[in-house]
Each structure stands twice: as C-alpha cells, then as structure tokens.
C-alpha cells in the first residue's frame, strides 16, 4: 500500500523560499501522477502543482506560475516542490497526493478523496 509523508515546511519571511519533499513507501511512484495542494483556515483545498509520470509534464495553478516549480525523482521516490517568493497568502497546510490514470490538470482542478494523501505540512509565510 502506497503512503506518502511531506516534509520541509516551516516559518519564512515573505519573498523567501522553502523546499516541500513527498517522500513514498510500499509502492513505487513509477505508475503515479504527483500532487501538491493546500489548504488555508476556512477555505476548501485547492491544486497547487502536479506533475506527470515521467515528469514531462506539469500543471500550475495560476496564483503559483513563476514561483512554485514541482519536480519529481522516481528512483528516489520522492518528489519535490519548490517554493520561491513566497507571501503571506500562501501560508496554509501542504498536502501531496498521489493517484493513478489521470492527467496533471484533472488531478489538481478537481481534487478527489480517493487519492493517497500525505498527512501535510505547514506552511508559514510572515515577517
């Protein structure tokens, strides 16, 4: 069974830059499009970042293009995502996600609960 744990998060100042990783077990990611989202106090969790099988391809929320950049490493089995010029507005809880059969702009428009979720982690961007 695939489980995935999420590290790298923390306290940053506003225009900083944190690394999240997502590490798997019990499976391999090989078969797997990988993704990153979060979730803010109060609001619904939303797609931030998903990258294909390969890594070929990505999808990018809007509010992310040009800051974020999610990569992946198969024989690692971990995958990454690179946070630049980070605000305040991101703060929230990092979550990644796993999922089969799918494509990188399906899996982060319309989250599922059926994906295999990491258990977060947080994200604070403050002066």
């Known amino acids: 069974q695939l489980q995935l744990v999420e590290s790298g998060g923390g306290l940053v100042q506003p225009g900083g830059s944190l690394r999240l990783s997502c590490v798997a077990s019990?499976?391999?990611?090989?078969?797997?499009?990988i993704g990153w989202f979060r979730q803010a106090p109060g609001k619904e969790r939303e797609g931030v970042s998903c990258?294909?099988?390969?890594?070929?391809?990505?999808y990018d929320a809007d509010f992310v293009k040009g800051r974020f950049t999610s990569s992946r490493d198969n024989a690692k089995n971990t995958a990454y995502l690179q946070m630049n010029s980070l605000k305040p507005e991101d703060t929230a809880a990092y979550y990644c996600?796993?999922?089969?059969?799918?494509?990188?702009?399906?899996?982060?428009?319309?989250?599922?609960?059926?994906?295999?979720w990491g258990q977060g982690t947080q994200v604070t961007v403050s002066s």
């Open positions: 019990g499976l391999t990611l090989d078969d797997y499009v």
């Open positions: 990258i294909s099988i390969r890594g070929y391809n990505t």
């Open positions: 996600a796993a999922v089969r059969f799918t494509t990188v702009q399906a899996m982060c428009v319309n989250p599922q609960r059926e994906y295999v």
